[in-house]
């Protein structure tokens, strides 16, 4: 940071951190009304939710861990209120900024020798569904590569119903939309 003194002043800067946070008090004289006063407003002007992201790694199949979790994303901007006597008489936008949303990772194993698991662990890694991915992984870390099929074909149908019911409520919207004309 790099901080001007455009005062007649002497000044003193403290920086310090605290809990991850940084901090910065400056010292001088108030050469300014004392009815006159400055504030900072922030005001998160939106906000993005992170998703989840499944990666496939080199661990045993059965393996699955959180390796980050996720952060939302947000846009704010930061104003300079001056009030003089209590009233507001200027509001002035001083910086806007924007921190992107960080998905949830889950690292998922895929390393086994047995073909028939590795392809019910990638079908499961490719429903994009934590639940099943973590269903498959139990079974076939228990070597029951039955049950992992079983939670497969359950997310499958479950998909399958979902894109169904999707397309038959755009079907009604699209038929009650031609009726009220």
Do not use: C, W
């Not at 004392?34 to 939106?46: I, M, Y």
């Not at 001056?82 to 992107?100: I, M, Q």
């Amino acid at each position: 940071m790099k901080f001007t003194n455009n005062t007649d002043a002497h000044i003193y800067i403290e920086g310090y951190t605290s809990g991850g946070i940084i901090y910065f008090n400056i010292y001088g004289e108030e050469t300014r009304d004392s009815n006159r006063k400055v504030s900072f407003e922030s005001v998160t002007t939106s906000q993005t939710d992170a998703g989840v992201t499944f990666q496939a790694t080199a661990d045993p199949v059965g393996y699955v861990a959180t390796t980050q979790s996720a952060h939302k994303g947000y846009t704010a901007e930061l104003y300079k209120v001056v009030t003089v006597d209590g009233e507001e008489v200027s509001r002035e936008l001083f910086n806007s900024s924007s921190y992107k949303a960080s998905n949830k990772i889950i690292s998922v194993g895929t390393a086994t020798a047995d073909p028939t698991a590795a392809a019910q662990i990638a079908a499961a890694i490719a429903t994009n569904d934590e639940g099943t991915i973590r269903a498959v992984a139990a079974s076939l870390a228990a070597g029951d590569t039955t049950s992992a099929q079983g939670s497969i074909d359950a997310a499958a149908a479950a998909a399958a119903a979902a894109a169904e019911a999707a397309a038959q409520a755009a079907t009604d919207q699209a038929v009650s939309g031609d009726g009220d004309q």
